[in-house]
């Protein structure tokens, strides 16, 4: 991105150079462009972020409900299992159907 601007500059100075007019260059092309290959990054990498975030947010809820279900009817800790799994269940409708919803607003 940076070397394709600075050869975008190079060429414009020496265009003028060679030319007997002396034109100013356009750098509102270089800064749209530079502009534009930001905005392109920057939504490829929210985008990585994003499916990334929901991976690990899908480990974290099946661990949560498995071990809840252990718990619960190995009958070791019955409360907390039933307490994992029901936390285990609002992180997977959180995960599955809230965040997909509010990242695509």
């Known amino acids: ?34 502009a534009q290959d930001f905005v392109n990054f920057t939504s490829v990498l929210l985008g990585a972020v994003d499916s990334t975030i929901l991976t690990i947010a899908r ?22 299992g039933k307490d994992m799994i029901k936390g285990g269940i609002v992180l997977a409708v959180l995960a599955e159907f809230v965040f997909p919803a509010v990242s695509r607003l």
Not at 9 to 31: D, E, F, K, Q
Not at 59 to 79: D, P, Q, W
């Open 1 to 34: 991105m940076i070397d394709a601007a600075v050869e975008l500059l190079a060429s414009v100075s020496a265009t003028n150079s060679t030319s007997n007019s002396v034109a100013a260059p356009n750098y509102t092309t270089v800064i749209q462009q530079m």
């Open 59 to 80: 480990l974290v809820y099946i661990s949560v409900l498995l071990i809840g279900v252990l718990l619960y009817f190995t009958h070791a800790e019955k409360r907390l």
